[in-house]
C-alpha cells in the first residue's frame, strides 16, 4: 500500500450537519441557524423548534419559562445548540437540519403548485384545506409545517403518477378502465 493510498479520507453517506451560528427569530421556539458543514453549508434557514420542545419532557423548562428560550446557544463544535447552565437542554444539529427540512417557504409552496401544475383549486382539495389559504401560501403567510409535509408527500405521489401516465398501461393504472 502506497502513503497516498494509507493517508485516502473514505467518506461513507451524507455529510454531518454542523451549525456555524444560531440566533432566536420571530415567533415561538423559533431559531435562525446558519449551517457551517453538511448538505445545507452556507444556508440559513428558520426553524420551529416547537415540534421536539413540545415532545420530550427534558424540554418542559424551555416550555414552563423556568429556561429563557433566548438563552439559545451554539453548542460544541458546532454540533448541537444549548442553554447555558443546562446540560441535558440540547437540540442536535442532525435534528435541527430535519426540522429546517420539513419547512417550507412560500417560494417553495409556489414552485411547489407550479412543478404540479396545480391551480389554486386543484391544490386546496389535494391537501384538504380552503382555497384562501392555498393563496395566502403563495403570498406571505407561514405555512404550517403539516401542510410542508403534506406537499412533499403529494410531491412524491403526483411524480410517481406522471411517470405511471407514460406506460403503456396507464388507462388502467390512473382510470381505472383499460381501452379495449
Same mark, same amino acid.
Given at each position: 500500500m502506497s502513503v497516498d493510498e494509507a493517508d485516502a479520507i473514505v467518506t461513507v453517506g451524507e455529510p454531518l450537519p454542523k451549525l456555524a451560528s444560531v440566533t432566536v427569530a420571530d415567533g415561538p421556539y423559533t431559531v435562525m441557524v446558519t449551517w457551517a458543514g453538511g448538505t445545507r453549508l452556507g444556508c440559513t434557514d428558520k426553524v420551529d423548534l416547537a415540534p421536539v420542545i413540545f415532545t420530550f419532557k427534558v424540554f418542559r423548562?424551555?416550555?414552563?419559562?423556568?429556561?429563557?428560550?433566548?438563552?439559545? @446557544?451554539?453548542?460544541?463544535?458546532?454540533?448541537?445548540i444549548r442553554w447555558d447552565g443546562h446540560d441535558d437542554l440540547k437540540i442536535g444539529a442532525e435534528t435541527i437540519e430535519d426540522l429546517a427540512a420539513a419547512a417550507m417557504t412560500n417560494a417553495e409552496f409556489s414552485n411547489f403548485l407550479r412543478r404540479n401544475d396545480?391551480?389554486?383549486?386543484?391544490?386546496?382539495?389535494?391537501?384538504?384545506?380552503?382555497? =384562501?389559504?392555498?393563496?395566502?401560501?403563495?403570498?406571505? =403567510?407561514?405555512?404550517?409545517?403539516?401542510?410542508?409535509?403534506?406537499? @412533499?408527500?403529494?410531491?412524491?405521489?403526483?411524480?410517481?403518477?406522471? =411517470?405511471?401516465?407514460?406506460?403503456?398501461?396507464?388507462? @388502467?393504472?390512473?382510470?381505472?378502465?383499460? =381501452?379495449?
Amino acid at each position: 500500500m502506497s502513503v497516498d493510498e494509507a493517508d485516502a479520507i473514505v467518506t461513507v453517506g451524507e455529510p454531518l450537519p454542523k451549525l456555524a451560528s444560531v440566533t432566536v427569530a420571530d415567533g415561538p421556539y423559533t431559531v435562525m441557524v446558519t449551517w457551517a458543514g453538511g448538505t445545507r453549508l452556507g444556508c440559513t434557514d428558520k426553524v420551529d423548534l416547537a415540534p421536539v420542545i413540545f415532545t420530550f419532557k427534558v424540554f418542559r423548562p424551555l416550555r414552563d419559562g423556568t429556561v429563557a428560550f433566548d438563552a439559545v @446557544r451554539l453548542g460544541a463544535w458546532g454540533g448541537s445548540i444549548r442553554w447555558d447552565g443546562h446540560d441535558d437542554l440540547k437540540i442536535g444539529a442532525e435534528t435541527i437540519e430535519d426540522l429546517a427540512a420539513a419547512a417550507m417557504t412560500n417560494a417553495e409552496f409556489s414552485n411547489f403548485l407550479r412543478r404540479n401544475d396545480l391551480t389554486l383549486d386543484a391544490a386546496a382539495a389535494q391537501l384538504g384545506i380552503a382555497r =384562501r389559504r392555498v393563496a395566502y401560501f403563495t403570498k406571505d =403567510r407561514e405555512i404550517p409545517r403539516y401542510i410542508a409535509l403534506a406537499c @412533499r408527500q403529494l410531491d412524491q405521489i403526483l411524480t410517481s403518477g406522471s =411517470r405511471a401516465d407514460d406506460s403503456p398501461s396507464a388507462g @388502467r393504472a390512473v382510470g381505472g378502465r383499460g =381501452r379495449s
